[in-house]
């Protein structure tokens, strides 16, 4: 006993750090087995031993944790049989019953767990009248008892159980009523094997030993002293948090690992990715000439892949390992867009700087018009330099060239000048020939405006006419005439430079 308190002193003063590893919330062990006593009283005739081996009936442990902490509570009850018989002759017998009961604290140093309870017993105690033919008597024993029990993993599964009881303040009453006195303890251990493991609940056998030793002491000096040593199997029914219970009772299993070769393909083309990166398990793989990737030593179940490469957008996929087998598994990785950025054109008034909506802005071959701030936004242009060109009714056209760059929104701002109403657009330029470019005497002809014009001795002309398109002649003796389509615009200065050929020549 002394050896026993000292293991319940180091289980209390260690940390209940694995409270974990044991997640039961209650338990129930059921015992049958077979008892064999021996015992001796004095003052019945010459004095009277002894000995039988009976029988232990069932026996009933229960014990329920709050929730899964520390703390919990136990109840026991036990029936044994007893003869008292002389040869082939029983002189007498009956059953006694003890039973217990309170609260019960649990401890775990390691995988070592410890439990450490105090309550209520009761027991009935035999002792014999004084008579020829001796009659079992039953003494009750009420006391408040201190116990415990630890427990140790063994391999494979298998566990070692020490527990221990003491009775103290002690209360006994022999069959008349009759204060008398009594001591004695009860100490046993038990080997426990697995059985079944559900995931609410485990099945386990105990092959179970205890030794108990009592002395009652009458008030008329009679003293009965017995030792019992009971063996028998037990099955142990435990409810537990089923996520825990494979730390609770583990059962090594041998495991063979498998493995998976990735082949890593382009998702459009379905050519292999050379150098593409697989990550499992966190650990990082790249890909062969093939594409190929293959992780050995996975644990059978679920695996998953992400893969990588660059111009592709990341990829994922679960395999399934089997023991001691290969598994494939193709992932295509999608090649990721052409990098693009935006253009944002912000048209305002040259004159006020006040924003311009409802205005047409053409970007490369987009088209768009500025809303209420007098912005327009373009989207997805391919980077480097691009053309714009804004244009609106009662403002003069801009052309402008802007830099997009990839992953970025460039800006531009565009002034618009308003058109002049009322001026006359002019027309200048000069006609020469392309025979060493001599000036010439020319005659410019523009129908639509009904204007004809002769060019001076520099071959120079200078006409004004209204804004519009027009087709304009160009002739001189001597050289093939020349039409040019051209379209001008009021207040607007235009120059128009001609080379005539000389007839006969190109």
């Known amino acids: 006993m002394a050896r026993l308190a000292l293991v319940l002193l180091v289980m209390l003063a260690t940390p209940s750090a694995h409270a974990e590893a044991v997640a039961e919330h209650a338990s129930l062990r059921l015992r049958y087995g077979l008892s064999l006593r021996d015992g001796r009283q004095a003052d019945v005739g010459p004095g009277l031993t002894y000995e039988g081996f009976t029988p232990n009936d069932v026996a009933a442990v229960g014990t329920a944790w709050l929730g899964t902490s520390w703390l919990g509570a136990w109840a026991g009850v036990q029936r044994e049989a007893f003869d008292?018989?002389?040869?082939?002759?029983?002189?007498?017998?009956?059953?006694?019953?003890?039973g217990s009961?309170?609260?019960?604290?649990?401890?775990?140093?390691?995988?070592?767990?410890?439990?450490?309870?105090?309550?209520?017993?009761?027991?009935?105690l035999p002792h014999f009248s004084d008579s020829t033919e001796p009659v079992l008597l039953r003494g009750v024993r009420h006391a408040a008892v201190v116990g415990g029990s630890v427990r140790f993993p063994l391999m494979l599964g298998l566990r070692l159980e020490a527990r221990g009881e003491l009775p103290v303040s002690l209360s006994v009453r022999d069959?008349?009523?009759a204060r008398a006195e009594a001591t004695g303890f009860s100490a046993g251990g038990a080997l426990l094997v697995p059985l079944r493991r559900a995931e609410r609940w485990t099945g386990t056998l105990v092959l179970d030993f205890q030794h108990v030793q009592d002395t009652v002491t009458l008030a008329d000096g009679t003293q009965s002293r017995q030792r019992l040593r009971r063996m028998g199997a037990a099955l142990e029914l435990a409810w537990h948090d089923g996520a825990r219970v494979a730390r609770q009772v583990p059962v090594p299993v041998a495991v063979v690992p498998g493995s998976v070769r990735f082949h890593v393909l382009d998702a459009r083309t379905g050519a292999p990715l050379p150098g593409a990166r697989v990550m499992v398990a966190g650990e990082a793989h790249v890909a062969d000439a093939q594409g190929l990737v293959e992780v050995a030593s996975l644990s059978p179940g679920p695996v998953s892949a992400r893969v990588t490469a660059e111009g592709y957008a990341s990829a994922e996929a679960t395999a399934t390992v089997e023991e001691g087998r290969r598994a494939e598994l193709e992932v295509r990785a999608a090649p990721l867009p052409p990098p693009t950025g935006a253009l944002r054109v912000t048209v305002v008034d040259a004159r006020t700087g006040v924003p311009l909506p409802d205005i047409r802005?053409?970007?490369?071959?987009?088209?768009?018009?500025?809303?209420?701030?007098g912005q327009a936004v373009v989207k997805d242009l391919a980077p480097g330099p691009v053309a714009v060109a804004v244009a609106s009714s009662g403002f003069q056209s801009a052309d402008e060239a802007a830099v997009v760059i990839a992953g970025q929104e460039s800006t531009l701002?565009?002034?618009?000048?308003?058109?002049?109403?009322?001026?006359?657009?002019?027309?200048?330029?000069?006609?020469?020939?392309?025979?060493?470019?001599?000036?010439?005497?020319?005659?410019?002809?523009?129908?639509?405006?009904?204007?004809?014009?002769?060019?001076?001795?520099?071959?120079?002309?200078?006409?004004?006419?209204?804004?519009?398109?027009y087709r304009i002649t160009l002739s001189a003796r001597g050289h093939l005439s020349q039409t040019k389509v051209i379209t001008l615009r009021e207040g607007e200065r235009?120059?128009?430079?001609?080379?005539?050929?000389?007839?006969?020549?190109?």
Request: aromatic share 6%.
């Open 84 to 98: 008292l018989r002389e040869g082939a002759l029983r002189i007498t017998g009956g059953s006694l019953w003890r």
């Open 101 to 124: 009961a309170g609260p019960r604290a649990r401890f775990f140093l390691g995988p070592v767990r410890a439990e450490l309870g105090a309550g209520y017993g009761f027991s009935q």
């Open 175 to 177: 069959a008349t009523g």
């Open 361 to 373: 802005v053409s970007v490369g071959t987009a088209q768009v018009r500025t809303d209420l701030t």
């Open 413 to 469: 701002s565009v002034p618009l000048a308003t058109e002049k109403q009322g001026t006359r657009a002019t027309l200048v330029g000069q006609v020469r020939s392309v025979r060493g470019g001599k000036p010439l005497a020319a005659t410019l002809l523009i129908t639509k405006a009904r204007v004809r014009a002769r060019t001076d001795s520099k071959g120079a002309f200078n006409v004004q006419v209204r804004g519009g398109t």
């Open 494 to 506: 235009t120059i128009l430079n001609v080379d005539l050929f000389p007839r006969g020549k190109r």
